[in-house]
């Protein structure tokens, strides 16, 4: 065995380390959006709920039981979904670095994607009707990578806008030299 293979690292890195952005704290996203997401789950687990259970009910021979039970699960889902996506909420965040961008978000899952800003092609701003209507945004930046899904959602309009331009304008000057 050669020395190499009996050093220890000099450094241990824990898991939450290798979220943390370098050098500073992450810029944490509109707390609206969760009110956006809640307002959407409202919306869809209500109207299929709402259109299952009425459906059972029209049929003769389907006990009574049943609708009730699909309600009381979906109630029980409801109020899961409704605290996770508070904590999920909570979890996006960005930092700007020199060279890139860095995206996390999950909470079970936790995920970091770092985007060179000479990579980037395209930075998308978009809000739905419900969004707008909350006054809040999207942020997506698009690579060369297919798989690259760097996303920042629920930002304010002038938050969102001052991103858009810093991050074309770091682009343009990164991509600049090739």
């Known amino acids: 065995m050669d020395a190499a293979e009996n050093a220890a690292p000099a450094t241990t890195t824990s898991v939450a ?63 899961w979904i409704w605290i996770v996506i508070g904590r999920r909420v909570t979890s996006w965040g960005y930092a700007e670095r020199a060279d890139d961008l860095l995206v996390t978000s999950g909470i079970l899952f936790r995920r970091l994607v770092i985007v060179p800003y000479g990579r980037m092609q395209l930075v998308d701003v978009t809000a739905g009707p419900l969004h707008r209507a909350l006054g809040i945004t999207t942020v997506q930046l698009h690579t060369a990578a297919a798989t690259s899904d760097a996303r920042i959602p629920g930002l304010t309009p002038d938050i969102a806008a001052d991103l858009r331009d810093r991050l074309a304008r770091r682009g343009e000057e990164r991509s600049a030299g090739l």
């Open 17 to 79: 380390e290798v979220f943390r952005p370098p050098g500073g704290e992450w810029v944490r996203v509109s707390p609206v959006l969760a009110r956006a997401y809640r307002i959407e789950l409202a919306i869809s687990l209500g109207l299929g709920v709402l259109l299952v259970c009425g459906g059972l009910l029209l049929i003769p021979d389907v006990p009574r039981v049943i609708p009730m039970v699909i309600a009381l699960v979906a109630l029980v889902a409801f109020v």
